[in-house]
């Protein structure tokens, strides 16, 4: 058995494991958190084991659809800040692996909630320790806004689901570990900057062929899409400005404009999202003494705060929107 301590700010989750599932989890929390040995105090603990007092936990069975229906079972106990996992059935070696360390990061993900962290469906880059928070509903344009300015130096945080938390005059967006989805349409191909994302296609097998005009993804971790950039993964920076993307496929130009203050509260309360996938939601039941979690929803308000603005764009738009961004950052 391996014992190392995940953490991530005030955040230290203790992991005890097999020592070919600890490389797994070092390899998926690769860059998003820091792997210390084990201090006097972590703030949860949780062991791969199945040699414990069964009578003091409350108990879960976790099935997975999204792994074929893999399953394992979970022991929690709240007294002694400690958890188990057991009994660990998947179809395949990947669905095995993918199904411990998507459990571990829920995990994870729960002690954010209670240290005060909320989530919300957005994708974050980042430059000069400055960040743009791109906020909104699926097939926005959220990951190719982020991808458009990767592709002109800006580092990466994270994709899909950020964590936001009030921390002195900062909000800080921190990058959960999630993949980078990339659909792969035809324009979005043609372009020569996008060229690379390809070639990763045709090296997973991922056939392209938009004249059966069907869209094919790319699933890439977050520090894959940094490597290929050449730029940086940041673990966490402030947040300066949000943007809220459209896709207009029919514009020859930007459009982009301050968003009041109203809009900005519906669009932050319409893309909340818990950081606990519904697959692990039974975490609920961690708990930490002295926590009262209706705080965390006090830094929703905190986001409304935000400068936010409206972009439309597409990919004729591209020049125009870098240089928008540009000019946006150095006013903060």
């Given at each position: 058995?391996?014992?190392?301590?995940?953490?991530?700010?005030?955040?230290?989750?203790?992991i005890s494991?097999?020592e070919?599932m600890?490389?797994?989890?070092?390899?998926y929390?690769?860059?998003?958190?820091?792997?210390?040995?084990?201090n006097?105090?972590?703030?949860?603990?949780?062991?791969?084991?199945d040699?414990?007092d069964?009578?003091?936990?409350?108990?879960y069975?976790k099935?997975?659809?999204?792994?074929?229906y893999?399953?394992?079972?979970?022991?929690?106990?709240?007294?002694d800040?400690i958890?188990?996992?057991?009994n660990?059935?998947?179809?395949?070696?990947k669905?095995?692996?993918?199904?411990?360390?998507?459990?571990?990061?829920n995990?994870?993900?729960?002690?954010?909630?209670?240290?005060?962290?909320?989530?919300?469906?957005?994708?974050?880059?980042?430059?000069d320790?400055?960040?743009?928070?791109f906020?909104?509903?699926?097939?926005?344009?959220?990951t190719?806004?982020?991808l458009?300015?990767i592709?002109?130096?800006?580092?990466i945080?994270?994709?899909?689901?950020?964590?936001?938390?009030?921390?002195?005059n900062?909000?800080?967006?921190?990058?959960?570990?999630?993949?980078?989805?990339?659909?792969?349409?035809?324009?979005?191909?043609?372009?020569?900057e996008?060229?690379?994302?390809?070639?990763?296609?045709?090296?997973?097998?991922i056939?392209i062929?938009?004249?059966?005009?069907?869209?094919?993804?790319?699933?890439?971790?977050?520090?894959?899409?940094a490597?290929?950039?050449s730029?940086?993964?940041?673990?966490?920076?402030?947040?300066?400005f949000i943007?809220?993307?459209?896709?207009?496929?029919?514009?020859n130009?930007?459009?982009?404009?301050?968003m009041?203050i109203?809009?900005?509260?519906?669009?932050?309360?319409s893309?909340?999202?818990?950081?606990?996938?519904e697959?692990?939601?039974?975490?609920?039941?961690?708990?930490?003494e002295g926590?009262?979690e209706?705080?965390?929803y006090s830094?929703?308000?905190?986001?409304?705060?935000?400068?936010?603005?409206?972009?439309?764009?597409?990919?004729?738009?591209?020049?125009?929107?870098?240089k928008?961004?540009?000019?946006?950052?150095?006013?903060?």
């Amino acid at each position: 058995m391996l014992e190392y301590d995940i953490v991530y700010r005030d955040i230290r989750l203790r992991i005890s494991c097999p020592e070919e599932m600890m490389f797994k989890v070092i390899n998926y929390f690769s860059g998003h958190v820091v792997f210390e040995m084990p201090n006097d105090n972590p703030t949860y603990q949780l062991v791969v084991d199945d040699n414990f007092d069964k009578e003091k936990c409350l108990f879960y069975r976790k099935v997975n659809k999204w792994f074929d229906y893999s399953s394992l079972d979970f022991y929690i106990n709240n007294s002694d800040k400690i958890c188990y996992m057991m009994n660990i059935c998947a179809s395949s070696n990947k669905n095995r692996d993918l199904l411990i360390c998507t459990s571990v990061a829920n995990l994870f993900h729960r002690l954010l909630e209670l240290k005060g962290y909320l989530g919300v469906h957005a994708a974050c880059v980042e430059k000069d320790n400055k960040g743009l928070l791109f906020v909104a509903e699926r097939k926005s344009g959220k990951t190719i806004c982020i991808l458009n300015l990767i592709n002109n130096g800006y580092n990466i945080v994270g994709n899909d689901v950020i964590a936001l938390k009030k921390d002195k005059n900062d909000l800080i967006g921190y990058g959960i570990p999630q993949t980078v989805s990339i659909r792969l349409g035809k324009v979005f191909c043609e372009q020569e900057e996008n060229k690379k994302y390809l070639d990763i296609a045709r090296k997973k097998g991922i056939e392209i062929n938009h004249s059966l005009r069907e869209e094919k993804n790319i699933n890439l971790t977050v520090k894959e899409v940094a490597k290929i950039n050449s730029v940086s993964q940041t673990v966490d920076v402030p947040i300066k400005f949000i943007i809220r993307p459209k896709y207009d496929p029919g514009i020859n130009h930007l459009f982009f404009y301050k968003m009041p203050i109203e809009q900005t509260r519906e669009l932050v309360y319409s893309q909340y999202k818990s950081l606990v996938h519904e697959t692990s939601d039974f975490l609920i039941n961690i708990k930490l003494e002295g926590v009262d979690e209706k705080e965390r929803y006090s830094h929703l308000e905190e986001v409304i705060n935000i400068p936010a603005h409206y972009c439309i764009q597409n990919e004729h738009t591209t020049e125009e929107f870098v240089k928008k961004m540009e000019l946006i950052l150095r006013q903060k």
